[in-house]
Every structure is written in structure tokens, then in C-alpha cells.
């Protein structure tokens, strides 16, 4: 049994949608970040950076295993149930390559703009322009990528199209409300958020915590 810990937010949810598609029977803890619960003692010793998602696997060789950092718990899952990563060749490296990607600039870029264009007080217009430019620039980038591929890391959907899904759609919901005359103009990112959108497993991981 796997032990999810999570919270409402596309960083928690790549990990809920990830376990529905592999089918690995999981139980779920929701850590309350309105409630500051990402900072108690016993959610540390699992996450020391105090941030959702992070995952416990009971059945871990070796005994308990935690992983905390939504690309790590993807490739984890993937490694131990041989299931959305391919074990060797290009599509393997262009999985890795955009789950990277992902994490690293996709998510914070994403994250930013959602805190200054949705969530801040004070609304700053230059916070809102760069992190809303950068965003815009990355979506350009998958465009590109999914207008050649059908899913991200190649012919084969994978971690990277669930590392991808939850902060594009947020990114997207954002900028509609924010701020509408931007228009990122992302076709073929539309089509494949339909096509994410249509996994009974992705609609079972976006409902994940249940509170
Ligand atoms: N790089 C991390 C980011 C995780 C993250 O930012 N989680 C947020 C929720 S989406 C969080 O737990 N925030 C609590 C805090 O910062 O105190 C990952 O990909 O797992």
C-alpha cells in the first residue's frame, strides 16, 4: 500500500492522477496548507521541503520508502510498476526530458503568475507581465512539441504528459481571468488537454483529496 501525501493543487494532484493510471491501491492524507499542516514534525520526516506531494511505498524492498517532489514520485511509480516510462531508447529521454522541463520551469513559471495575476493583494504589473511572458513562452514550446507528437514524450502517452497536464490547465485558466486579451494561441496544447481530460484515470486523480 502506498501512503499519498497531498493537497488540492496540480503538484498533488500529478501524484493522485499518476497512482489511478498505474493502478497501485493507495491511501490518502491530505496536508492542509491553508492550515499549515506541510509543517509538522511528522510531515517533514517525509517532505523536509514542506511541500505536497510526497508518497510513503509500505512495500518497498528494503522497508518503507518515502519520496517527496512530484517528478521523483513519477519516476519512482513508473520504475516500480514498469508502467508510462519507456526503460530505454529516445522516448525514454524525451519522458525524462519533459518531465524536467516540467519541474523545473513550466510549474514555477506557472506558480508565479497564478500567485501575482490571481492570489496577490497588490497587483504588481510588472510581476504579472514577466511571469506572464515566460509562461506564454513555454506553452509556445509544448505547442510546438504537440503539434508534432501526439503526446509528449512521443507516440506513447507518458509521466510527462501527467507531470505537464495540471499546471497547463491551471496556467490557462489563469491567463482567461487575468488577464483575457493575452491569448497564448495554443492549439495543439488544447486538443491534448482534451484528450488528458478524456483518461477516466486523470478525471479520478483531479478529484483526489476528497475533503
Ligand atoms: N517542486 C515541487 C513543488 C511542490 C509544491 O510547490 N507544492 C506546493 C503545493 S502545489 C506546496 O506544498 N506548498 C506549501 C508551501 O510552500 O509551504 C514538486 O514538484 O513537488
Redesign the pocket.
Known amino acids: 500500500m502506498i501512503d499519498l501525501y497531498t ?1 488540492t ?4 494532484r ?2 493522485s492522477i499518476m497512482l489511478e493510471e498505474v493502478g497501485l491501491p493507495y491511501r490518502v492524507h491530505p ?1 492542509d ?1 491553508s492550515k ?1 499542516q ?2 509538522e514534525p511528522s510531515f517533514l520526516a517525509i ?1 523536509p ?6 508518497i510513503v511505498d509500505n512495500d518497498a524492498p528494503g522497508g518503507p520508502q518515502a519520496v ?6 513519477l519516476v519512482y511509480l513508473a520504475d516500480k510498476t514498469g508502467q508510462l516510462l519507456a526503460t530505454e531508447g529516445p522516448e525514454r529521454w524525451a519522458a525524462l526530458e519533459w518531465t524536467f522541463w516540467q ?1 523545473g520551469g513550466l ?2 513559471m506557472a ?1 508565479q503568475y497564478n500567485y501575482f495575476a490571481m492570489r496577490a493583494e497588490e497587483k504588481i504589473p510588472a510581476a504579472i507581465a514577466r511571469f506572464g511572458d515566460e509562461v506564454t513562452r513555454l506553452l509556445g514550446v509544448l505547442d510546438r512539441r504537440l503539434n508534432d507528437h501526439p503526446w509528449i514524450a512521443g507516440e506513447h502517452y507518458s509521466i510527462a504528459d501527467i507531470a505537464t497536464f495540471t499546471w497547463t490547465k491551471a496556467a490557462l485558466a489563469a491567463m482567461a481571468k487575468a488577464e483575457p486579451d493575452r491569448e497564448p494561441g495554443v492549439p495543439a496544447v488544447e486538443n491534448w488537454l482534451m484528450a488528458m481530460q478524456a483518461r477516466p484515470a486523470v478525471q479520478q486523480g483531479m478529484a483526489v483529496p476528497k475533503l
Not at 517527496?68 to 514520485?73: D, P
Request: charged share 15%.
Open positions: 493537497w493543487t496540480p503538484n498533488g500529478k501524484a496536508v496548507l499549515d506541510q509543517f517532505s521541503n514542506n511541500k505536497i506531494p510526497a517527496f517532489e512530484s517528478g521523483a514520485i519541474v510549474g514555477p506558480g
